[in-house]
């Protein structure tokens, strides 16, 4: 079984940053793909960004180019979403997931591990 923890939400003011950080203990996978998804009041869940375990691979939604950066720190299970010029629209709840792929996904029902969520609060 595969745990992810969440941190680094919070408030922030539009035009500011965040970092989020995803804890991943347990069963470690040779090879596999972790993602950032959020959720807004209402609204469906949406597919933020992901990266390959090995290799460095990196995806973005449109809405979030240029402005994300997901990273990850093998030695210390880590992935990483910097968050800069954050909008009112980035608000919501920020979820980490992971799978057992080397390959990157999109979909959200491809990642069978997720985190538990964190509040980002964007004030306009």
């Known amino acids: 079984q595969v745990q992810l923890v969440e941190s680094g939400g919070g408030l922030v003011q539009a035009g500011g940053s965040l970092r989020l950080s995803c804890a991943v203990s347990?069963?470690?996978?040779?090879?596999?793909?972790m993602a950032w998804f959020r959720q807004a009041p209402g609204k469906e869940s949406e597919f933020v960004a992901a990266i390959a375990w090995t290799g460095g691979s990196t995806y973005y939604a449109d809405s979030v180019k240029g402005r994300f950066t997901i990273s990850r720190d093998n030695a210390k299970n880590t992935v990483y979403l910097q968050m800069n010029s954050l909008k009112f629209e980035d608000t919501a709840v920020y979820y980490c997931?992971?799978?057992?792929?080397?390959?990157?996904?999109?979909?959200?029902?491809?990642?069978?591990?997720w985190g538990q969520g964190t509040q980002v609060t964007v004030s306009s």
């Open positions: 997931a992971a799978r057992g792929s080397a390959v990157i996904f999109t979909a959200r029902g491809l990642y069978p591990y």
């Open positions: 347990g069963r470690t996978f040779s090879n596999y793909a």
